[in-house]
């Protein structure tokens, strides 16, 4: 049987499996190797004593009928039911105890923010033009192929979003709030694109939603759809080298022994992780420092809580907390200081929900911190591990109880994870929450590319565009537009054609 239109992908995160559906629904024979024991990535959920736990897909945007989200989850196939946020408060932005709220659409975000700030109206009219203009400049994001303004595409790659927010916004006090979900993304002062800011705040500000019973439906349905093509995904398969000749790619060896042969390779992993896989002289040993070199978002802790039984109302909203008066720089902390900020959002199990089973606590936390534990056994970190979790969940419950007094004695249990857990169970470089980072001091050169010198290994997945399930999903057009070109993909969502 001819090997032309057979497809190794390594990795069973969003990027890999939606190239596999991609590529499966074009006729092609596609192999989805993970790791580990589910498939998923960053989709993954967990259960402690009957209690689902959500560990990174928290909440989506843009899925109500017709908006971008939609229709690519339509042309992936996946049906999961949802739950929309507070349209009057998806986001709520506490700095030193005042709450700002973030509305869905244009209109009630101006609104509800100038009745905070009334002489911001203005302001913030010209600042969700800026947005939309930068958002809708990218015929990825916007799913329109035809209407791409480069010089927008340009220009806010190479401004920082702390500049074009204090070129537009007057009022000291705004200038934070709209920033105040930075956590998304992990922005930095003076180097994230204002691009990336536009891109995160248009998408969720269209519609905010959470994935009813955890985004793992998400991963089992792409998992059922590349089958239902006549595609595998295989669990517990590590992929120990990716085999080359002298001019190609023809397969990869597992850690079992087993050896699978294709005219593609895609990888899911990490772009260092996928090098460590290759020893061919095609990939240069330039390309290589450049890859390892680049810098990484900031890891996360994260605190998993188990609540006691209808004692805590669901909260239809995300919440963002700073003891400072600025979110920007939570990174940068000494040990007194930490942590700096947090993010708190609640697991939807039904419809329509009135008490909440569980939710994470999440803050910023740099790889060092855990530095001495690393190379060690996955449960087995030992002692002075479990102390250091402890001490630091103590201390975000800490924060919690400022904001929501009484939460400590409605919590039953909870568990936790750093950038070691992250790192472990998804080979993210220095346990990153969102990958390779966006600078507008490098420039394109931040940017990972979804070709290879070899010219049939290509890279998906969220540091091949952006992270986050658009992100990635907009990566994935890209990777598979190679294969099957972009007016060919772009014509399949829009138009249905195949």
């Given amino acids: 049987m001819s090997m032309e239109k057979d497809a190794i992908i390594i990795g069973a995160g969003l990027g890999g499996l939606s190239t596999g559906v991609v590529l499966a629904k074009n006729g092609y024979r596609v192999t989805v190797?993970?790791?580990?024991?589910?498939?998923?990535?960053?989709?993954?959920?967990?259960?402690?004593?009957?209690?689902?736990?959500?560990?990174?897909?928290?909440?989506?945007?843009?899925?109500?009928?017709?908006?971008?989200l939609h229709r690519l989850l339509h042309y992936l196939e996946v049906d999961v039911p949802l739950s929309q946020l507070d349209a009057e408060a998806y986001e709520v932005i506490s700095l030193q105890g005042r709450h700002y709220p973030f509305a869905?659409?244009?209109?009630?975000?101006?609104?509800?923010?100038?009745?905070?700030?009334?002489?911001?109206?203005?302001?913030?009219?010209?600042?969700?033009?800026?947005?939309?203009?930068?958002?809708?400049?990218?015929?990825?994001?916007?799913?329109?192929?035809?209407?791409?303004?480069?010089?927008?595409?340009?220009?806010?790659?190479?401004k920082s979003i702390n500049e074009v927010v204090d070129a537009t916004i007057t009022d000291p006090v705004l200038r934070q709030v709209v920033v105040g979900n930075l956590p998304l993304y992990a922005a930095e002062k003076d180097k994230t694109p204002f691009s990336t800011y536009?891109?995160?705040?248009?998408?969720?500000?269209?519609?905010?939603?959470?994935?009813?019973?955890?985004?793992?439906?998400?991963?089992?349905?792409?998992?059922?759809?590349?089958?239902?093509?006549?595609?595998?995904?295989?669990?517990?398969?590590?992929?120990?080298?990716?085999?080359?000749?002298?001019?190609?790619?023809?397969?990869?060896?597992?850690?079992?022994?087993?050896?699978?042969?294709?005219?593609?390779?895609?990888?899911?992993?990490?772009?260092?992780?996928?090098?460590?896989?290759?020893?061919?002289?095609?990939?240069?040993?330039a390309y290589r420092r450049r890859i390892k070199s680049l810098r990484n978002t900031v890891g996360g802790f994260s605190v998993y809580l188990r609540f006691k039984e209808n004692t805590v109302p669901?909260?239809?909203?995300?919440?963002?907390?700073?003891?400072?008066?600025?979110?920007?720089?939570?990174?940068?902390?000494?040990?007194?200081?930490?942590?700096?900020?947090?993010?708190?959002?609640?697991?939807?199990?039904?419809?329509h929900q009135q008490y909440a089973?569980?939710?994470?606590?999440?803050?910023?936390?740099?790889?060092?911190?855990?530095?001495?534990?690393?190379?060690?056994?996955?449960?087995?970190?030992?002692?002075?591990?479990?102390?250091?979790?402890?001490?630091?969940?103590?201390?975000?419950?800490?924060e919690m109880e400022k904001e929501f007094p009484g939460l400590r004695s409605r919590i039953a249990g909870y568990y936790t994870s750093t950038p070691l857990t992250y790192l472990n169970y998804t080979g993210t470089e220095d346990g990153s929450m969102y990958g390779i980072a966006k600078d507008i001091h490098l420039g394109p050169a931040a940017r990972v590319h979804h070709r290879t010198k070899i010219p049939n290994l290509l890279l998906t997945g969220q540091n091949i565009n952006s992270h986050g399930i658009l992100g990635v999903l907009v990566g994935t057009m890209v990777t598979c537009g190679e294969l099957l070109t972009s007016e060919k993909i772009f014509k399949e969502i829009v138009y249905g054609e195949e």
């Fill in 33 to 68: 190797l993970e790791q580990g024991g589910q498939p998923g990535g960053c989709l993954q959920c967990f259960t402690r004593q009957g209690v689902k736990f959500e560990t990174g897909m928290h909440f989506i945007g843009s899925a109500a009928e017709g908006q971008t």
């Fill in 314 to 351: 669901y909260m239809n909203y995300n919440f963002y907390g700073y003891k400072r008066p600025s979110p920007w720089n939570c990174e940068h902390y000494t040990p007194e200081e930490w942590p700096k900020g947090y993010l708190y959002m609640h697991f939807c199990d039904e419809e």
């Fill in 198 to 285: 536009a891109f995160v705040m248009d998408f969720y500000n269209r519609s905010a939603w959470r994935v009813v019973g955890g985004s793992d439906r998400i991963a089992r349905s792409l998992v059922r759809t590349i089958r239902r093509y006549g595609g595998e995904v295989l669990i517990r398969k590590q992929v120990t080298h990716i085999d080359c000749d002298a001019s190609h790619a023809t397969g990869v060896t597992c850690a079992d022994g087993s050896h699978f042969e294709a005219a593609v390779i895609i990888s899911d992993a990490h772009p260092v992780r996928t090098l460590e896989l290759v020893d061919s002289p095609l990939l240069r040993p």
């Fill in 104 to 158: 869905c659409g244009r209109r009630r975000f101006v609104e509800r923010l100038s009745e905070f700030f009334p002489d911001q109206r203005a302001n913030l009219d010209r600042f969700c033009d800026l947005i939309s203009q930068v958002a809708e400049a990218s015929s990825l994001h916007s799913l329109k192929h035809t209407e791409t303004d480069a010089a927008i595409n340009t220009e806010y790659l190479l």
């Fill in 357 to 398: 089973r569980s939710g994470v606590i999440l803050s910023y936390m740099q790889m060092d911190d855990v530095e001495p534990w690393k190379g060690t056994q996955v449960g087995k970190h030992g002692e002075a591990y479990e102390r250091f979790k402890t001490e630091h969940a103590e201390r975000l419950l800490d």
